[in-house]
């Protein structure tokens, strides 16, 4: 499998399939990455977290210029937050991104944040434009039928774990026109779908010395 600095990715599934460490896994190809941690699954000192959006906002105006070797920023939530306040939120966060430049982000559990009629404005923008400031996206997500259809209009690699709702397993094999069978994929079993390859990996991955590349292209700056 090669990637790219500004793929748009995309792993679906239902709780505690193994998304996110699909996720974590091709994390480990870059070497910066702003992630929005809906679930709490990022803990450690490689991280730098955050809940404030004018630190976070103070934290990329200060290595904007000159970066680190590698940026791991977390995003985590206050527990009082409404949903309009986390609505507006991650549209801020998406615009700061999208600023920043040059960085993976990975938004987990996208479902908190889309529904089939909305998607945040930036959001969108990063996924349709992303590519022009070398802006890549992870984005996984439990319902792929509740998600805003315009989100996956540019995904190149799709990573498909078990999913059991008809809905969502319908919206699958139409969106695909493939026939297989989500209901049947272990934990972490998912199939795998790109432009080029098709094919039922498994993971975890981290020290198997699966056959990832990234591939860096050009004007890419400080990023892979």
């Known amino acids: 499998m090669q990637f790219r600095a500004e793929d748009k990715i995309v792993v679906l599934g239902k709780s505690e399939c193994g998304k996110s460490n699909v996720c974590k896994t091709i994390q480990t190809l870059y070497r910066h990455k702003f992630i929005v941690d809906s679930a709490d699954e990022y803990h450690g000192p490689e991280y730098t977290v955050f809940r404030d959006l004018n630190k976070l906002a103070e934290y990329l105006n200060q290595i904007y210029n000159q970066r680190p070797e590698r940026i791991s920023?977390?995003?985590?939530?206050?527990?009082?937050?409404?949903?309009?306040?986390?609505?507006?939120?991650?549209?801020?966060?998406?615009?700061?991104?999208?600023?920043?430049?040059?960085?993976?982000f990975v938004l987990e559990e996208a479902n908190d944040y889309c529904n089939p009629h909305y998607v945040p404005h930036w959001l969108g923008i990063l996924q349709r434009k992303g590519r022009h400031r070398k802006i890549g996206t992870i984005i996984t997500a439990q319902r792929p039928s509740e998600l805003y259809k315009g989100l996956l209009s540019e995904v190149q690699k799709i990573y498909f774990g078990l999913l059991r709702t008809k809905n969502d397993v319908d919206w699958c094999h139409a969106y695909f026109d493939n026939v297989f069978n989500l209901r049947s994929l272990l934990v972490y079993e998912f199939y795998y779908f790109s432009d080029s390859e098709k094919k039922k990996v498994k993971f975890p991955l981290l020290n198997s010395g699966a056959n990832y590349k990234v591939k860096k292209s050009k004007n890419v700056k400080n990023q892979t």
């Open 73 to 104: 920023i977390v995003w985590k939530w206050y527990d009082h937050l409404n949903q309009d306040t986390i609505k507006e939120q991650i549209d801020i966060i998406c615009h700061m991104v999208w600023n920043f430049q040059a960085i993976m």
